[in-house]
């Protein structure tokens, strides 16, 4: 049988595009779960990369296997039929919330680097996510393939212009004070729990769609380790930054500092990889709510942009200090049942 490499890619690119919201594309979220705790948060990032490459191939083999049009019915298979039920409400809740950190995340955007009203980033992301969820699958699968290559192109480009300062390396095996250091031990698995947790909404009805075993398992595999050369290269980006927790979207801070003549390409980078996580969740949140009741995709659509607005109304940094890894630590619960879950499909 011919391999599908373009398939496999273009798997690959929903998956990063998933992962790569709100938190990952400002730094925020990378420097919450990681950066903060120095060499820790090194070794933490190669250990969540290596569960983002073993965990995404076998969740989508896994759902495609089964057949599994939305991730309710991936997670009654996983958890079973009653405990799935709960797990499929926690996962709507879970949405929603994140969806609501991506949209505070694109009006932190307009807030911090442009100066205009956080609305007006609210407002427009809100438009185009609506236009594109209109076409489907195939909006999601252009928006990602087109965000994601730009996205990994400047991440390198900061890694390079950081990697060649003659103060990284000491930067590098820094290990800073920090009063919840214990954290930085659970961080590779929470954060991959997370954002696995999460794709789950976009990767298990994309999986089914594509069926072939091949082609998702390598759409797996390339995808985690675009996630973790991503991870990698904004971490040792981020800890060139001092303070850099006090900044809501520290990439854009350094990307001022060290190369300015793209600093507002990069701006709009950051909207594009909020705006692509953005339309994956809602995607998923679509699908949930049709499984339950059959609505029209634009009844559906509206309501979660309601309550997510409503919800985005709370600052950006607050909303994804408490709710990112509150949910990682639950999600763990998710990520060992996967683990435990016997599969051995025959490859094609």
Known sequence: ?????????????????????????????????????????????LMSGYLFIFFGSKLMRMAAHINAKSYQEFNSYLFGKWAGRGINFFMLFMLLGVSSVMLAGAGAVFDEQLGLPKNIGVFLTIFLSFLVMLVGTKGLFAVNTFVVPIMISFS????????????FLVQLLFIPHADDG????????????????????????????????????????????ALT???????????????????????????????PFFYWIFVLVIYGEIFTSVIGNVFG????????????????????????????????GKLLSYLYPLFGYICLVFLILLWMKPFSPKEN
Not at 216 to 223: A, L, P, S
Request: charged share 15%; with cysteine.
């Open 182 to 225: 214990w954290k930085s031990v659970v961080a590779p698995f929470s954060y991959a729990a997370l954002n696995l947790g999460l794709a789950q909404a976009v990767l298990v009805p994309i999986a089914s769609e594509i069926k072939d075993d091949w082609t998702i398992k390598w759409g797996g595999v390339i995808g985690g380790a």
């Open 285 to 316: 949140l679509d699908r949930q709510v049709q499984q339950f009741k059959k609505v029209p995709t634009t009844v559906s659509i509206t309501a979660i942009f309601f309550v997510c607005y409503i919800i985005s109304l709370v600052d950006y």
């Open 229 to 259: 050369l991503i991870l990698l290269s904004s971490h040792f980006t981020l800890i060139m930054l001092p303070n850099l927790e006090m900044y809501e979207i520290p990439m854009a801070i350094i990307m001022k500092n060290l190369a």
């Open 1 to 45: 049988m011919k391999k599908n490499w373009a398939a496999a890619f273009q798997i690959a690119a929903v998956y990063v595009g998933t992962v790569v919201g709100a938190g990952f594309a400002t730094g925020k979220e990378i420097v919450e779960f990681f950066s903060r705790f120095g060499f820790f948060g090194f070794i933490g990032i």
């Open 156 to 167: 390198l480009l900061l890694m390079i212009f950081s990697v060649r300062s003659p103060h």
